[in-house]
């Protein structure tokens, strides 16, 4: 008996270590230069981009953050465009999930790797891209969805990623990535 209680417990022990594996990494924590990571609808974007704090910012005569989310299309699609326009930058953000929205309870994590997630990152200088059916371009990370309150109507979540291209050959970094939206 003392034997099958122990083999349990390495059994559980074993699960409990394959499954932290999995988990994305810890977003959660407030970094300086960055919205907090909350979950109450305040429409809030930020996140590294290769190390440096990057939130929203100026104006080219349209919102400099917008959300997309249709849980009726595609069963539940969702996506975020940011940008930051300044004297000396033009740099964009995307990011988003292509279907299965209305199919999850969170915590869920969505990795790069799935059929419908995607990402993109733009400068006057550099463009990358990622699609999953686009063999041009490596990719990884993930897209959280922390809270989906269908009520509330408030979508929150955490994001890393890394976008390479070939044809530009650079590298984009995006790390401690955080949103949360009224929808």
């Not at 995307?94 to 994590?109: N, Q, W």
């Not at 993930?142 to 070939?166: P, V």
């Amino acid at each position: 008996m003392k034997i099958h209680i122990l083999l349990l417990l390495i059994y559980f022990s074993l699960l409990e270590v394959n499954c932290a594996k999995d988990k994305p990494l810890n977003n959660n924590e407030n970094v300086p230069g960055l919205p907090p990571a909350t979950q109450i609808g305040a429409n809030t974007f930020g996140c590294l981009l290769n190390g440096v704090p990057w939130v929203p910012q100026g104006s080219n005569g349209t919102n400099n953050l917008s959300i997309d989310y249709d849980p009726g299309f595609n069963n539940g699609i969702f996506g975020i465009s940011a940008y930051r326009k300044t004297a000396l930058e033009n740099t964009s953000i995307a990011i988003g999930i292509g279907d299965s929205m209305t199919l999850i309870t969170p915590p869920y994590t969505f990795h790069i790797g799935f059929r419908n997630i995607g990402g993109s990152f733009y400068s006057d200088l550099t463009y990358c891209q990622r699609m999953s059916t686009d063999s041009l371009h490596f990719t990884k990370g993930f897209i959280t969805i922390i809270k989906i309150d269908r009520i509330n109507k408030i979508i929150a979540g955490l994001f890393d990623c890394t976008l390479f291209n070939e044809k530009c050959g650079d590298t984009i970094k995006l790390t401690k990535g955080r949103f949360d939206f009224k929808f």
